[in-house]
């Protein structure tokens, strides 16, 4: 059984909205903090934003402040992340991961004990 599920990408043109969803069975087996982070082609996995339904922390990468929003829904254990104003830089393999503290080193690859499958988000006109 997977613990994270991520689902909702796709592609977009610049400028346009997406919401990615990450279904996570792993909050009921004792963490609590969700991460994003997404995987250009050639490039590294880095972190894009964090958030805790243990305190309520949130982080976000610089390059992403402003544009998208993290939320949780605890009844639904989903994670969701709404992307706005995208541009062709955004374009990666999202995924989430579960990891010990968002107000640690959050955006670090080896931040995260789990990670789900991943979803392609493509931004082109």
């Known amino acids: 059984q997977a613990h994270l599920v991520e689902s909702g990408g796709g592609l977009v043109q610049p400028g346009g909205s997406l919401r990615l969803s990450c279904a996570a069975s792993?909050?009921?087996?004792?963490?609590?903090?969700i991460g994003w982070f997404r995987q250009a082609p050639g490039g590294m996995r880095e972190g894009v934003s964090c958030?805790?339904?243990?305190?309520?922390?949130?982080q976000y990468a610089d390059s992403v402040k402003g544009r998208f929003t993290v939320s949780k829904d605890k009844d639904k254990n989903t994670i969701y992340l709404q992307m706005n104003v995208l541009k062709s830089e955004d374009t990666a393999v999202y995924y989430c991961?579960?990891?010990?503290?968002?107000?640690?080193?959050?955006?670090?690859?080896?931040?995260?004990?789990?990670w789900g499958q991943g979803t392609q988000v493509a931004v082109s006109s």
């Open positions: 792993i909050l009921n087996l004792g963490y609590s903090e």
């Open positions: 958030i805790s339904t243990a305190d309520g922390t949130i």
């Open positions: 991961a579960a990891g010990r503290s968002c107000s640690g080193a959050w955006y670090s690859r080896s931040w995260a004990d789990y």
